[in-house]
Structure formats: structure tokens, C-alpha cells
Antibody, heavy 116, light 107 residues
């Protein structure tokens, strides 16, 4: 069974940093692009970032460009999202998802709260 | 960026009803559109891709149609498990964008 498991969320002060991880299992991780999507409390889904299977190509939403960095370690079947200079509006549940167009497998999400 | 607009935002319906949700793109996205279902506290689930292709394991009561800028998701006979929020998403170009969601409530 294809599975994704996010971790690394928590409470952080404005201006702080956090690194999210997403451990993949049940499929050949390096064959697939991956995506991060977030959902603020009570709001809709927002695409955050995507990365190719090799990690060579990355994409970002304007709202996070220059602050967030997506990366992957194919030897560990793990996707990352390094989040710097966090703001209150970054408070959300962060999901990782398999593929970069059609998101066919999703993790359960990890919650990031940015507050002083 | 391509804007995706869903209507209605909320839909009240009864079990057995036929339900249609519309998604409009601000520019042509060909058929590069997906639909997701999300229940409270859960991750979204893929229902439809490439506008009309049913994801494996999704009931045939769900169907999608459209191309270009206008798309629909239809539930032919609403079941208790179908009460949820539905999102469209374009993957024609970056940044990928979602509609604002349509909540299907019990009437």
C-alpha cells in the first residue's frame, strides 16, 4: 500500500524556522514528483511547492518563494520542506502528496502553528 | 496565475439526489483538471483526473465532464458517505491552483 507520513510540525514564533518531513513507502519514491499542499484553519487547499523525481526541478507558490525550500532524499524515500521566516499566515495543516499534477496519494498532514 | 472558481460554495441536498458542482478556470486548461473529496479532519482524496477519468476505487456514481474553462462534477445519487467538501484543481500550469471548495450538506 502506498503511504505518506508527515512529521515535523509544531508551534513556532514568527520569524522562526521549521523543517517538515514526509516519509514515503509502498512505491518507488524516486520515480515520482512530489508536492506540498497546505490548508489554513477553516480554509481551502493551497498548493505550496513541487519537486521533480530527481530533485533537479522545483516550483513554489509566490506566497512562499524565497522563504521555503523543497528537497528530497531518494536514498531515504523522504521529502522535505524547509520553512524559514515563518509568518502567521503560514499557520496550516501541511500535506505531502504523490505526483505534481494529479495528487493521487496524500499523507495525513502535520500542523504548523506560527504564533508568539 | 490561473484562478479556479467553484459554484455553489455550499449545496444542501438529500440522499438520492443528483448533485452537480461547477468549476470554471480563468483561462483554458484543456482537460488538465482533477476533483478531490475532503471530509473533516482528513486528507483530500482524488476522485477524478483529466477532467473525466475516474480514479480506481471511486464509485461510478461520480463523474466529471468539461474541457477548456468549464467543468462539472456530478454525483448521480448522493449517498450518506458523500457529504463532504469537494475541490477542483488545475494542473495545466504552475502554480497549481485549487477552487475554493464546495461543501455538500445534508438537507
Amino acid at each position: 500500500e502506498e503511504q505518506l507520513l508527515e512529521s515535523g510540525g509544531g508551534l513556532v514564533q514568527p520569524g522562526g524556522s521549521l523543517r517538515l518531513s514526509c516519509a514515503a513507502s509502498g512505491f518507488t519514491f524516486s520515480n515520482y514528483a512530489m508536492t506540498w499542499v497546505r490548508q489554513a484553519p477553516g480554509k481551502g487547499l493551497e498548493w505550496v511547492s513541487g519537486i521533480s523525481g530527481s530533485g533537479d526541478t522545483t516550483y513554489y507558490a509566490d506566497s512562499v518563494k524565497g522563504r521555503f525550500t523543497i528537497s528530497r532524499d531518494n536514498s531515504k524515500d523522504t521529502l522535505y520542506l524547509q520553512m524559514n521566516n515563518l509568518r502567521g499566515e503560514d499557520t496550516a495543516v501541511y500535506y505531502c502528496a504523490k505526483r505534481e499534477g494529479v495528487l493521487d496519494v496524500w499523507g495525513q498532514g502535520t500542523t504548523v502553528t506560527v504564533s508568539s | 496565475d490561473i484562478q479556479m472558481t467553484q459554484s455553489p460554495s455550499t449545496l444542501s441536498a438529500s440522499v438520492g439526489d443528483r448533485v452537480t458542482i461547477t468549476c470554471r478556470a480563468s483561462q483554458s486548461i484543456s482537460s488538465w483538471l482533477a476533483w478531490y473529496q475532503q471530509k473533516p479532519g482528513k486528507a483530500p482524496k482524488l476522485l477524478i483526473y483529466k477532467a473525466s477519468s475516474l480514479e480506481t476505487g471511486v464509485p461510478s456514481s461520480f463523474s466529471g465532464s468539461g474541457s477548456g474553462t468549464e467543468f462539472t462534477l456530478t454525483i448521480s445519487s448522493l449517498q450518506p458517505d458523500d457529504f463532504a467538501t469537494y475541490y477542483c484543481q488545475q494542473y495545466n500550469s504552475y502554480p497549481r491552483t485549487f477552487g475554493q471548495g464546495t461543501k455538500v450538506e445534508i438537507k
